[in-house]
C-alpha cells in the first residue's frame, strides 16, 4: 500500500515562494508518475503539475507555468513542487498523487488517473 503525506504549504504574500514536499512510503519508482492538483474553495480540483518517475519528463498546467517547478528525489521517495512568484489565486488546497504511467503524457492531467492521493496541505497567498 502506498502512502503519501504533503507537507510544507502556509501562508505567504503575493510575490513569494513556497516549497512543497509529498513523502511517498511503499511501492514508488519506475513506472509511476507523480503529480499536484490544487482545489480551491468553491472549485474544481485542477491539475498542477506531474513528472514521470522514470525519465523525469515533467508537465505543467497552463497557469503555472514559468513560475513552478516539479522534481524528485530517487533516494528519499519524495516529490517537490517548488512555487515561485505566487499570486492570489493560486491559493488552494494542493494534493500529491501517484498513478500508473500509462505510456502518455496525454493522462497526467485527469485525476481519475491516479490510484494514490495525499491528505493535502493549505496554501494561502494573501494580496
Known amino acids: 500500500q502506498v502512502q503519501l503525506v504533503e507537507s510544507g504549504g502556509g501562508l505567504v504574500q503575493a510575490g513569494g515562494s513556497l516549497r512543497l514536499s509529498c513523502a511517498a512510503s511503499g511501492r514508488t519508482s519506475v513506472g509511476w508518475v507523480m503529480g499536484w492538483f490544487r482545489q480551491a474553495p468553491g472549485k474544481e480540483r485542477e491539475f498542477v503539475a506531474a513528472i514521470n518517475w522514470s525519465d523525469e519528463s515533467t508537465y505543467y498546467a497552463d497557469s503555472v507555468k514559468g513560475r513552478f517547478t516539479i522534481s524528485r528525489d530517487n533516494a528519499k521517495n519524495a516529490v517537490y513542487l517548488q512555487m515561485n512568484t505566487l499570486k492570489p489565486e493560486d491559493t488552494a488546497d494542493y494534493y500529491c498523487?501517484?498513478?500508473?504511467?500509462?505510456?502518455?503524457?496525454?493522462?497526467?492531467?485527469?485525476?481519475?488517473?491516479?490510484?494514490?492521493w495525499g491528505q493535502g496541505t493549505q496554501v494561502t497567498v494573501s494580496s
Open positions: 498523487a501517484m498513478g500508473r504511467w500509462r505510456g502518455s503524457g496525454s493522462y497526467v492531467y485527469t485525476g481519475n488517473e491516479y490510484d494514490y
